[in-house]
């Protein structure tokens, strides 16, 4: 396998062109994935914070959420299982919380499958907690969807590089 320093990862803004590639990701990592058209409504607008990591000119993962009041909603996060492991999730969690801050929220929130303990692992490692549970949240497979919540306004540590 590949390591982390072997590759050159770029995150930068979603773009029309990357729906293809981004609902592919989506369509291989969830059970139940969004509609294509689902990621095109948000670009673009001040509210919505959607980023993609690129390798090699192709997105192999990417980031979309919304910001609502003074809070930021994470909707998907989602990498190629060939490039997972790598710090790329961490990479697009911090630069949503990033743009997230520059915007002055106060918090992001996310709901995750019980059952995804990699991705639980992540968002504990950067400072989510459980806040609730939204029961049979998911479909395909029926699941509850833990709520997470990450306060914006400690200090931030640096990031792991």
């Known amino acids: 396998m590949v390591g982390a320093a072997d590759i050159e990862i770029i ?7 990357d729906i293809v590639a981004v609902y592919e990701i989506e369509r291989r990592t969830f059970t139940d994935p969004w509609a294509r058209n689902a990621f095109v409504e948000g670009l673009g607008e001040e509210w919505s914070a ?7 000119g192709n997105p192999v993962g990417y980031v979309c959420a919304v910001g609502v009041a003074d809070e930021l909603h994470i909707h998907n996060l989602a990498v190629q299982a060939q490039f ?11 630069t949503v919380e990033d743009w997230a801050r520059k915007r002055e929220k106060l918090c992001v929130i996310l709901d995750v499958r019980e059952s ?3 991705a639980r692992l992540l968002y504990a490692s950067a400072g989510y907690e459980e806040i609730g ?14 709520v997470l919540l990450k306060n914006l306004t400690a200090p931030v540590e640096p990031a792991e590089r």
């Open 11 to 17: 995150i930068r803004p979603m773009q029309i062109a």
């Open 50 to 56: 959607c980023f993609v990591a690129q390798s090699d």
């Open 84 to 94: 997972r492991g790598r710090g790329i999730g961490r990479r697009l969690l911090a």
């Open 116 to 118: 995804n303990e990699r």
């Open 133 to 146: 549970r939204r029961k049979r949240y998911y479909k395909n497979p029926v699941e509850d969807a833990l």
